[in-house]
C-alpha cells in the first residue's frame, strides 16, 4: 500500500515507528494531536491513521476512546508494537558525563532503574522524540533522551544503552483508522469487531447487556466504559471482541445486546494482529 500514514508526535516518535513497521511502503505524516491525525485522513491528505489505543503498562490512551466513535473514521486494522527505550545523547558524549534524561512523563516511568543507577535527573517534555529533537538542538553532552531508536538514527544521536526499559513486555496497542470499512470475509478465521453501545439506566442493564456474548462463546477483549456529554448518568462502552457480525455467535450476541442498549455501532471489522497469536502461544 501506498500513499500517507498519519500519526500524532514528531518524526521518530513509537507511532511514527509502529506506521513504518506495519506499512513499510508509506510515507509517515506527523500531526500535533489525535484530532489532527485523524482530520488528515478524513480530508483525503492521508489514507490511513495509526492511533495508540492503550499499553501494557500505562494502560488505556486517554482520549482515544471518546474520539473514535465521533470520527467518522472506521477501524481497518490493528498493530503492536513493542517500546524499547534508548539512552541517547549527542555524538561523542560519555555516559559518566550525563546529568539529565528527557521524555515524555510515562516514558520517565518506565526507565526508572536505570535513571537512578546513572544518578540521572529525570526532565518531563512533551514527547519522546520531541526530546531527542531537544538534546540534538542544544548540542549539550550532559543532556540525554529516553526514546527510540527510530528517533536517534533521524536527530543524529548516538546510543548509549538500548532496551534501558524496565519491563521487556511494555508493548503498545494501535487502532488503524480509515475513511473507508474494510469487508473481511465472514467465513475467515481470526478476525476482530470493534463497536460502541450505550446501556439504558436500569439495574443491571450491563450484566444483561454482556450476558449474550457468554452464553454464545464470544470472547471479549476489551470494554471500557466512559460518560457521554459529562452525564453521569449516560454512560459508552467502547469493546473489541472476536469474530465477525455475519457469524453465528456474534450475530447472536450483538442482536441480544441490542434489547438492552440505546445504540450499537460498528467501527470496524479487521484480521486480528499475528501478535495476538504469539501471545496465546506465550501463555
Known amino acids: 500500500m501506498t500513499g500517507l500514514i498519519a500519526f500524532q508526535g514528531v518524526l521518530g516518535a513509537y507511532s511514527d515507528l509502529a506506521c513504518r513497521t506495519a506499512y513499510p511502503t508509506m510515507q509517515t505524516l506527523p500531526c500535533e494531536s489525535f484530532e489532527t491525525a485523524m482530520e488528515a ?31 467518522g473514521l472506521f477501524v481497518v486494522g490493528e498493530h503492536f508494537q513493542r517500546v524499547e527505550h534508548c539512552l541517547l545523547a549527542v555524538k561523542g558524549a560519555r555516559i559518566e558525563d550525563l546529568k539529565r534524561a528527557h521524555s515524555h512523563t510515562v516514558a520517565l516511568g518506565q526507565v526508572r532503574k536505570i535513571l537512578r543507577q546513572l544518578g540521572l535527573t529525570p526532565v518531563v517534555e512533551a514527547d519522546t522524540a520531541g526530546s531527542a529533537q531537544l538534546v540534538a538542538q542544544w548540542g549539550d553532552p550532559a543532556e540525554a533522551a529516553i526514546a527510540s531508536s527510530l528517533a536517534a538514527e533521524i536527530y543524529g544521536l548516538e546510543i548509549l544503552r538500548a ?5 521487556a513486555h511494555n508493548t503498545t496497542r494501535f487502532y488503524v483508522m480509515s475513511k473507508t470499512p474494510t469487508a473481511p470475509d465472514a467465513s475467515g478465521c481470526d478476525l476482530m469487531t470493534t463497536f460502541v453501545f450505550r446501556v439504558r439506566n436500569v439495574p443491571a442493564a450491563l450484566y444483561k447487556a454482556l450476558g449474550g456474548f457468554a452464553t454464545n462463546g464470544v470472547n471479549m477483549t476489551k470494554l471500557e466504559s466512559y460518560m457521554v456529554n459529562g452525564q453521569f448518568t449516560a454512560t459508552q462502552f467502547l469493546c473489541d471482541v472476536d469474530g465477525h457480525p455475519e457469524q453465528p455467535a456474534l450475530r447472536r450476541a450483538l442482536e441480544e445486546l441490542s434489547f438492552f442498549s440505546t445504540e450499537v455501532r460498528v467501527l470496524g471489522v479487521y484480521p486480528a494482529a499475528p501478535f495476538r497469536r504469539t501471545q496465546g502461544q506465550a501463555e
Do not use: Y
Request: glycine share 6%; with cysteine; net charge negative.
Open 41 to 71: 485522513v478524513r480530508d483525503g491528505t492521508a489514507q490511513l491513521a495509526m492511533l495508540p489505543c492503550e499499553n501494557s503498562l500505562a494502560g488505556r490512551v486517554p482520549d482515544i476512546h471518546a474520539l473514535l466513535p465521533s470520527s
Open 163 to 167: 532496551n534501558v526499559e524496565d519491563a
